[in-house]
T-cell receptor, first 111, second 112 residues
């Protein structure tokens, strides 16, 4: 089955730093999605990508859909305390609309 | 436009009872996904449904678990004869098809 490897598993950064995380897949996806989950809450959709090579921004967040369609990255610039949480990538492919999730990246901001 | 609504938010069941989890998708969304999440873990796919059809149930245990998404009304995830290992957060997401999926707040099931 499809597998998504997300890295890093966890990040410890200081406020104001930039953050980068990525996902790689064993197979091609036609849609890449990035979510953030706070404790006790459901995942919230941050960015959706639909075309290989696409670069999309949402405020301080930027995500790219890899040219090979097997990877995607998410960058967060100038991190702030409310960025703390778990970030998940997810992929979907035509003909198999099951949304497959990565293992998550836990972001912690060190005071 | 209301988001995905799940109820109840918290559900406590004794071993052997039935658990019914409800999910009302966003207006206009005809696709529903159910995921299960254990503490400190990721989201595990269970089942994907369109109205009146189960499209992919490869992540759902063959026994005791069932899901439906009727023509009218919410999607239901049913767990019969619950066991302690069923304790988890169950999330529903809805989608207008290949355009991103939006999650509800989840139902936290505790089996005692």
């Amino acid at each position: 089955g499809q597998q998504l490897n997300q890295s890093p598993q966890s990040m410890f950064i200081q406020e104001g730093e930039d953050v980068s995380m990525n996902c790689t897949s064993s197979s091609i996806f036609n849609t890449w999605l990035w979510y953030k989950q706070d404790p006790g809450e459901g995942p919230v959709l941050l960015i959706a990508l639909y075309k290989a090579g696409e670069l999309t921004s949402n405020g301080r967040l930027t995500a790219q859909f890899g040219i090979t369609r097997k990877d995607s990255f998410l960058n967060i610039s100038a991190s702030i305390p409310s960025d703390v949480g778990i970030y998940f990538c997810a992929g979907m492919s035509f003909g198999n609309e099951k949304l497959t999730f990565g293992t998550g990246t836990r972001l912690t901001i060190i005071p | 436009n209301a988001g995905v609504m799940q109820n109840p938010r918290h559900l406590v069941r004794r071993r052997g009872q039935e658990a019914r989890l409800r999910c009302s998708p966003m207006k206009g969304h005809s696709h529903v996904y159910w995921y299960r999440q254990l503490p400190e873990e990721g989201l595990k796919f269970m089942v994907y449904l369109q109205k009146e059809n189960i499209i992919d149930e490869s992540g759902m245990p063959k026994e005791r678990f069932s899901a439906e998404f009727p023509k009218e009304g919410p999607s239901i995830l049913r767990i019969q004869q619950v066991v302690r290992g069923d304790s988890a957060a169950y999330f529903c997401a809805s989608s207008p098809a290949m355009n991103g999926a939006f999650f509800g707040q989840g139902t936290r099931l505790t089996v005692v």
